[in-house]
């Protein structure tokens, strides 16, 4: 067993004002995705300006999507006694699957006005992506959340208010597994121009499979708790239709032509 690290959730206090290591985790996110997408630009044939409005678009999404989705998904109960907390992102409360329906709505919009193939943006954005989930459990990990059940592995730690039982470190599990592994691989894997599809549908398989397992480990949320055989969480149920559109869009891409890159 490991001591939980001590560390304020609030990085820097103005007087008044706060910034919380949470919030700055999603600012270390968009410049990362913003700084690769510009090295790969050329390949979608946009500028680096381009690179920045598909950046407004997606921070625009994840922020409206993951915190609508969290909201609707585990906090509808939360959000009728306390309207204001909708707004109050920096306390943490986001939903991946909200925030992937809101990138997705930013990218196909961004895509009619650029006159992209909408798979061909996805999987342009897919690498881009891991970064900024990794720094978000990362900033979970800092404001106390996503707790693990009960562990006796040497890596165990007991969280903040939650007794002295040491418990899985479940926000760094997927730290690893979304940031750093996800990202190893399609960042490796789209290096050259690879079939329509197979990028955006490995992003929905690996991803899936990873939330999924992880959840056999993490504590669900004590509001919702298990929704089924003693074992199903909201986050599986959600994952599920992930891992299955990702089988389906590798499937569909092995049909597909490599388009190449235009010229520069």
């Not at 304020?8 to 990362?32: E, N, Q, T």
């Not at 459990?137 to 939650?162: K, T």
């Not at 996800?182 to 290096?191: D, I």
């Not at 599986?236 to 092995?254: H, K, N």
Request: aromatic share 14%; charged share 15%; no cysteine.
């Amino acid at each position: 067993m490991i001591s939980y690290p001590d560390i304020d959730p609030v990085a820097i206090s103005l007087g008044p004002f706060a910034i919380h290591w949470y919030g700055l985790m999603y600012v270390v996110g968009f410049a990362a995705a913003w700084w690769l997408g510009r090295r790969r630009a050329h390949r979608l044939g946009l500028t680096h300006d381009d690179i920045g409005d598909l950046i407004f678009y997606s921070a625009v999404g994840v922020v409206l999507g993951g915190r609508l989705g969290y909201a609707l998904f585990y906090g509808s109960d939360q959000w009728l006694a306390d309207p204001l907390w909708l707004v109050r992102i920096w306390e943490g409360g986001m939903s991946f699957h909200g925030g992937l329906v809101g990138v997705l709505v930013a990218a196909l919009l961004f895509a009619r006005k650029h006159r992209l193939g909408f798979l061909r943006l996805t999987d342009f954005v897919a690498p881009l992506v891991p970064i900024g989930l990794g720094a978000g459990r990362i900033g979970n990990f800092i404001n106390h959340e996503l707790p693990g059940r009960v562990s006796e592995l040497p890596w165990a730690m007991p969280f903040p208010h939650m007794g002295p039982e040491p418990r899985h470190p479940t926000a760094l599990y997927e730290f690893a597994l979304e940031g750093v592994v996800l990202f190893a691989v399609l960042w490796w894997l789209s290096r050259s121009p690879r079939r329509t599809g197979l990028i955006s549908g490995l992003f929905l398989l690996l991803y899936g499979v990873f939330r999924f397992a992880v959840e056999f480990v993490r504590l669900p949320d004590p509001h919702i708790g298990f929704i089924a055989f003693g074992w199903v969480t909201m986050g599986m149920l959600l994952t599920l239709p992930m891992i299955v559109a990702g089988v389906a869009l590798i499937g569909w891409s092995r049909r597909q032509t490599v388009v190449k890159a235009p010229a520069v």
